[in-house]
């Protein structure tokens, strides 16, 4: 377990037409927890922009997978990781880097289905994070789905919405 290139690939999304795969690469590895408890998703939502994600973010240098999402989940909702059950799966996004020096921009995001403890603590969110307004919420998968669909189309709406849309179907259908 924890060891990336054995998760399963479930989903590869372009965010634009002409991206080049193959070309000049800047790559960034996220882990992110799958959290359910009594039917709901413990996630964070959004007040500015009016989504659902999964809790979770980067990995640090050579930070393992369990120290990154342990450490992403307490410092986005204030709940402690007590156990990880088991890999979920990856979705790997492609989009245009802002370094002009790369030709692609490539995120792998690593799903964990895991516990926390009941007990949640103070939120330690960056910046970005505050002026979102994230806050956590255990919420009903269709509800957090239908209100992710709702937003897609918005010119504003965060790129992360299709792939969290993903990952609460194949969810779904696993309930």
């Not at 007040?47 to 999964?54: C, L, P, R, V």
């Not at 919420?137 to 992360?160: E, G, T, Y």
Request: aromatic fraction near 10%.
């Amino acid at each position: 377990m924890y060891w990336r290139n054995q998760m399963d690939l479930l989903k590869e999304i372009l965010h634009k037409e002409k991206i080049n795969k193959l070309g000049k690469t800047i790559s960034r590895d996220a882990v992110r927890g799958i959290i359910l408890k009594d039917k709901q998703l413990l996630m964070i939502y959004s007040k500015k922009n009016g989504d659902y994600k999964f809790p979770g973010g980067g990995v640090d240098g050579n930070e393992s997978h369990l120290d990154t999402l342990k450490r992403e989940v307490l410092e986005e909702s204030g709940a402690t990781v007590s156990k990880v059950v088991k890999e979920f799966g990856k979705v790997i996004e492609y989009d245009q880097p802002l370094e002009d020096e790369y030709d692609v921009f490539k995120m792998t995001s690593f799903y964990y289905i895991c516990k926390v403890n009941s007990e949640f603590t103070n939120q330690n969110l960056d910046l970005y994070e505050k002026e979102l307004g994230f806050e956590p919420i255990w919420v009903d998968i269709d509800k957090a789905l239908n209100r992710n669909i709702s937003i897609i189309n918005n010119s504003d709406s965060p790129r992360w919405v299709i792939r969290e849309n993903f990952i609460l179907k194949e969810i779904k259908q696993l309930l």
